[in-house]
């Protein structure tokens, strides 16, 4: 599915989302990924998320207005008590569904929101 924005050459956009596989401004990751409007990055390689994953966010937490948390398929919600142990770090994060992620930062970051989506694929 095609979401692509009209938005500066320079930032990242998220082009497509399909099965195992997202298209960066024009990159292809094959892997969960953190995307910000001016980096991508290959994200984490496991099955239950946990504080360290968040690391490289809570580095920066300061530049960051919301996380958003794409999930795969389905809305998965983070445990209660890793969920305050983001916010106690700086990050305010959002679960949602990973197509429902990457619209979402396509439109804040076009609206130049500090925005950050930490997305696992859609299997």
Not at 8 to 30: L, N, T
Not at 61 to 76: H, N, P, R
Request: proline letters at 5%.
């Amino acid at each position: 599915m095609d979401i692509t924005p009209l938005v500066d050459p320079s930032q990242k956009i998220i082009q497509s989302y399909r099965s195992g596989k997202f298209k960066i401004s024009g990159d292809v990751y094959d892997c969960s990924v953190l995307v910000a409007p001016h980096h991508a990055t290959e994200w984490v390689h496991a099955d239950e998320l946990c504080l360290n994953d968040f690391q490289p966010l809570i580095d920066v937490a300061d530049s960051i207005d919301v996380v958003l948390l794409g999930t795969g398929e389905k809305t998965v919600f983070l445990a209660p008590e890793l969920k305050q142990a983001l916010r106690e770090n700086g990050l305010h994060v959002e679960s949602m569904d990973t197509g429902a992620a990457c619209r979402t930062y396509n439109v804040l970051m076009s609206e130049a929101r500090r925005v950050v989506a930490a997305l696992l694929p859609v299997t």
